[in-house]
């Protein structure tokens, strides 16, 4: 049975930091490319940050460029996500997804995804 667990959301003010965590089971975690997505009330689903399988290559949101970065250990089928410089529009629930195919904003391509996790950003 497949599952993309996250965990590390919470609430933080802004300019604070967050690292979200998911980890994978039931398919071969490092044969998979992995990507965070994000979605607030009433807005599709959005690419954050992905990072491929065959070579560790990143590949970011306009958004996140800069302020987040996506890292995997594949040794413990995990991949992270860590958020520096929080605003409180990056508030939204953040879901991780992994595609055996990697084409990064394309959500119809990934095969698997979390339930999500709730970031709030607010004083």
């Known amino acids: 049975q497949v599952q993309l667990t996250e965990s590390g959301g919470g609430w933080v003010q802004p300019g604070g930091s967050l690292r979200l965590s998911c980890v994978a089971s039931?398919?071969?975690?490092?044969?998979?490319?992995m990507a965070w997505f994000r979605q607030a009330p009433g807005k599709e689903r959005e690419f954050v940050g992905s990072?491929?399988?065959?070579?560790?290559?990143?590949l970011y949101s306009d958004f996140a460029e800069g302020r987040f970065t996506v890292s995997r250990d594949n040794a413990k089928n995990t991949v992270h996500l860590q958020m520096n410089g929080l605003k409180p529009g990056d508030t939204a629930v953040y879901l991780c997804?992994?595609?055996?195919?990697?084409?990064?904003?394309?959500?119809?391509?990934?095969?698997?995804w979390g339930q999500g996790i709730q970031v709030t950003i607010s004083p």
């Open positions: 997804a992994a595609a055996r195919l990697l084409v990064p904003v394309a959500k119809s391509t990934y095969d698997y």
């Open positions: 039931g398919f071969t975690f490092s044969q998979y490319g």
């Open positions: 990072i491929a399988w065959r070579i560790p290559k990143t």
